[in-house]
């Protein structure tokens, strides 16, 4: 299947990081945990300790998720130079500050210095790969590969080639990070912002739209977002959801009932018109992901694991507040008196 490359995805065991702050240095950690040999690079002075510290303040987390057999700090090295960090590399993932010039700059220094059928994957959060990749001797094995913060934390990541990438390194990469522990959206084109920071991002300037406005202070907002949606975004995505705000009509009852909604100015972004075809692509998109599964089946699905999620937070506010004198910030998760097991709430 990697006819262009001797490396295996599954077999790779040692990777180098270029640019080691929030989210090189995450990735560190995330590597290190799962057993890789990590070599880094970061041309700042103090990169060395302040790269070691971001691991070893991750460190309790990994090891309570559980290590690698053979995970471990000591296999971090910090190379003198980018040349000598990528030399033995099975895979290359770059996390320097966004910036177009630099990154297509850096990314060409990477390509020259890394053997060309090693694959190479850009943290970036939203540049094309297209627009990266153009410096680049060998653009065909250079991919986006971006997580989320922190990548040892949170599982997806986006993977997606630019208009010079080759389909074999786009799958290699996704193979790799599966192996790595990720899970994996391979994007089929390329799209700014990719998928999830597209949804962030919609959610985020409404956020400081309604701040400029006087609409709402940050307080209330991010209050509506932990306590309310996104406590269901942690298990079922916005269409799953959707679909049982539809009650046993689902997603087709959800449109049909709620379709007249996306013309009221309940955000700046402009609803797309509601045709027949995006109905239709909703309503069987939204079948793909069920399933099968009847919406009462699902409504008991939906519950359990919010009254996991609401529980598993409750717990460390328990903890926190008897650490800290004064107490833990958060209000009880679970409505008061609740036992966890009334009566499904379906609105949207
Ligand atoms: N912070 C996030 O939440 C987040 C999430 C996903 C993706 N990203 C992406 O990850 C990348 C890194 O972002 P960050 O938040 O870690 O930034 P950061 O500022 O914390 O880290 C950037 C690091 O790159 C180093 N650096 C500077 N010039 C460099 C060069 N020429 N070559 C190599 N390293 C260089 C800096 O010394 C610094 O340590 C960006 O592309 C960003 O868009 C960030």
Not at 135 to 140: D, G, I, N, R, S
Request: glycine share 8%; with cysteine.
């Amino acid at each position: 299947m990697y006819e262009h490359t001797p490396h295996r995805p599954e077999s790779a065991h040692t990777v180098a990081c270029i640019g080691a702050g929030v989210i090189g240095g995450g990735w560190v950690a995330h590597f290190l945990a799962r057993g890789y040999r990590v070599v880094a690079w970061d041309p700042a002075a103090d990169a060395e300790s302040k790269l070691r510290q971001l691991v070893d303040t991750a460190w309790p987390a990994l090891t309570e998720l559980g290590l690698a057999a053979n995970a471990g700090r000591d296999r971090l090295r910090i190379a003198p130079t980018l040349e000598q960090a990528v030399a033995e590399a099975d895979f290359v993932q770059e996390s320097a500050p966004e910036r177009l010039d630099l990154k297509i700059d850096l990314l060409a220094q990477i390509d020259a210095a890394t053997p060309a059928e090693v694959v190479i994957g850009s943290s970036t959060s939203g540049y094309s790969m297209s627009e990266m990749q153009i410096k680049a001797q060998h653009p065909e094995r250079l991919v986006v590969g971006h997580p989320f913060n922190p990548p040892y934390l949170v599982p997806l990541v986006e993977v997606v080639g630019g208009a010079a990438s080759e389909r074999w390194a786009v799958d290699w990469a996704a193979e790799f990070y599966r192996a790595a522990g990720k899970s994996v959206l391979t994007l089929d084109r390329e799209l700014p912002g990719f998928i999830g920071n597209r949804i962030q991002e919609a959610a985020w300037r409404e956020a400081l739209h309604m701040v400029a406005n006087g609409e709402a202070t940050v307080a209330q907002i991010d209050q509506a977002m932990t306590d309310g949606p996104g406590l269901r975004w942690a298990f079922f995505g916005p269409c799953l959801t959707f679909h049982l705000a539809g009650g046993t009509g689902g997603m087709a009852h959800m449109l049909d009932h709620f379709g007249p909604a996306l013309q009221a100015p309940w955000t700046r972004m402009e609803a797309p018109h509601l045709t027949q075809q995006l109905r239709d692509a909703m309503v069987t998109g939204t079948d793909d992901v069920v399933a099968g599964r009847e919406v009462t089946q699902l409504i008991a699905q939906r519950d359990r694991r919010m009254i996991a999620v609401l529980r598993a937070l409750e717990e460390v506010d328990r903890a926190e507040t008897a650490e800290t004198a004064e107490g833990g910030h958060r209000h009880s998760a679970l409505p008061e008196g609740a036992t966890g097991t009334e009566e499904s709430d379906v609105t949207p």
